[in-house]
């Protein structure tokens, strides 16, 4: 269609009828399976994506281990210069890349951009972190002698992505990968194959006008087979993997076996708490953009609302109103809010839990069905769902589970204890949120006795982080920790030095062993 093609021909992706090379390693190449970028708006393909074969896989592999042997002599600082260009050269291109991740994953415009800027902001990051990724000095017992701690670059870095964001978690990754001197070998999700050739095609062009490897930044396109593989290689050091828990969790075993390293950002199942005094001028947008946003199909997602009864009848009723007046549509068109969940597979996931939320005798306040009037019959259009579960029991399925899709199970609270049991007694542990103007229930919500979350907020929504705070969740989300606060630290090997600038040989502990 022409609406894709103008998208596509404005990120340098060409139009014709041809099939497109899905592996880069300082060229282009890719002469396995192909896969099909199916856009969720229309249901038509964009383009045809050749995938790696196992022997362009090994290729890049080799290619990525010479890169990070010449990329690791780079210093660091010339390093933030090269990702202080690939900033530049993204953000001349952010909103037609922007609109090319809302043609092919399906988020809306503003979110398509703003997950660009995401990547542009990462960028700016990392510049700043080439000339402060510090090591220590610290103080030794032994006279003459002084220890440091040196961040090293760390070889090979595997960046195993999902569909939902599928340029800004490559971009976290990219970014203090590069700064702190590795090779970065890129898998991305195989129904967004589009998004990842556009992002490699502008960070290759900086490389090699830098005349850094290309293979400082490959690209191997491909589905779960070539995931596998590149887990399983020992030649990567470590694994950066975001996707779902079942997934995360055959991965970290296979990295673990091998004694690789691993960083794991998987599901969440996140909550909204509800507190009496309340802004609901904040909370009401709040839960409606978590819940609702992205489709619900952000691992921040707002999934589970706990309302305290004596506002809980009124939030329902305003988030309610906002539900049924959302506007749903192309998600390239500029008033939309709500565009089509990514697959045809997440409708029958939606059906599923809308199905089991109905047999359990759950009142559904709004949604619950698809949307089949042309045209959103074409995508994968469904309508935003709240419910409200005859249980709050945790241990309930419908609770428990992650469901990738904007499904929002609503239940009423007493006190705040009980609250923070029902948002700590899942599996999952990524985003949570508190709405209150009391600062004692702030105190305990943030504390010992708090959310059990890796995010933790308070009058903000479960989703939309920015970059600066380290971004991960606990317990099955799987104790990962991406973008700012101390994440670098993961992406280097540390040595601890202990150097004798003496002339005796002193044991530690005064340990005596004299001959
Ligand atoms: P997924 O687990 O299906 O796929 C993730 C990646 O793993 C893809 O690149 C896929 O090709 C690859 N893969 C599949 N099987 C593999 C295997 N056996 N070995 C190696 N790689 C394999 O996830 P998805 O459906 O693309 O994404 C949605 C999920 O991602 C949700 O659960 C969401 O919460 C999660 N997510 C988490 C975060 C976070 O930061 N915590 C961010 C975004 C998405």
Redesign the pocket.
């Known amino acids: 269609s022409s609406r894709a093609s103008s998208v596509l021909s404005s990120v340098d992706i060409p139009t014709a009828d041809q099939e497109l090379s899905g592996v880069y390693d300082g060229s282009w190449k890719g002469s396995g399976d192909v896969l099909k970028s199916i856009c969720p708006t229309t249901g038509e393909v964009l383009a045809r994506v050749k995938s790696a074969t196992p022997e362009e896989l090994r290729d890049a592999l080799a290619k990525s281990r010479d890169a990070y042997r010449y990329f690791r002599t780079v210093p660091a600082p010339r390093r933030g210069e090269i990702l202080r260009q690939i900033r530049y050269a993204l953000s001349n291109k952010r909103d037609e890349l922007g609109a090319l991740v809302s043609l092919e994953m399906g988020k809306i415009r503003t979110e398509g951009i703003g997950e660009v800027q995401e990547f542009v902001d990462i960028c700016d990051y990392g510049v700043g972190l080439s000339r402060m990724m510090n090591g220590r000095v610290v103080s030794s017992e032994r006279p003459g002698h002084s220890i440091v701690e040196v961040p090293n670059p760390l070889g090979v870095v595997a960046v ?6 599928p340029v800004a ?1 490559y971009g976290w990754n990219l970014a203090l990968s590069l700064a702190a001197g590795n090779a970065t070998l890129w ?4 129904s967004t194959p589009l998004c990842s050739i556009a992002v490699t095609k502008i960070v290759s062009r900086v490389l090699e006008e830098n005349g850094i490897p290309g293979a400082v930044a490959s690209l191997v396109i491909g ?2 087979d070539v ?2 593989a ?2 399983e290689d020992k030649g990567i050091d470590m694994v950066s ?8 969790r ?2 970290g075993k296979v990295v673990q076996s091998r004694f690789g390293k691993v960083l794991l ?4 199942n996140n909550a909204a708490v509800i507190m009496p005094d309340a802004d609901m001028s904040l909370a009401v947008p709040a839960v409606f953009f978590g819940a609702v946003g992205t489709a619900g199909q952000r ?1 921040t997602s707002t999934r589970r609302l706990y309302l305290h009864r004596d506002i809980a009848s009124e939030f329902l009723a305003k988030l309610e109103k906002l539900y049924r007046s959302v506007r749903v549509g192309d998600p390239l068109a500029k008033e939309t809010l709500l565009g089509p969940l990514h697959t045809q597979n997440a409708i029958s996931i939606y059906h599923d839990a809308v199905g089991y939320l109905r047999d359990a005798g759950a009142e559904i306040i709004a949604g619950g069905e698809r949307y089949d009037a042309p045209p959103l019959d074409q995508g994968n259009f469904v309508k935003p769902t709240i419910a409200l579960p005859k249980s709050a029991d945790p241990k309930d399925r419908i609770w428990r589970t ?1 469901t ?1 899709a904007p499904v929002l199970c609503a239940a009423v609270f007493e006190d705040v204890e009980q609250a923070i049991e029902w948002n700590n007694a899942v599996p999952q542990g ?1 985003s949570s949120t508190l709405f209150t103007r009391d600062l004692r229930t702030v105190g305990k919500w943030i504390g010992p006795e708090g959310s059990d979350a890796g995010i933790v907020n308070v009058n903000v929504g479960t989703s939309g982080a920015e970059i600066g705070a380290a ?3 606990n317990k099955s ?1 799987g104790w990962g920790r ?1 973008s700012g606060g101390d994440a670098w630290k993961q992406y280097v090997r540390w040595s601890a030095c202990t150097i004798n600038f003496s002339d005796k040989a002193p044991l530690a502990q005064g340990v005596d062993f004299s001959a």
């Not at 195993?160 to 964001?165: C, D, K, R, T």
């Open positions: 195993l992505s999902a569909f939902n964001f978690v898998k991305p999700s195989p589905g779960k995931g596998e590149v887990v993997f975001t996707g779902s828990e079942a997934v995360g055959a991965v950002e998987l599901g969440g691992c992650e990738f990524l971004f991960g969740g989300t991406e």
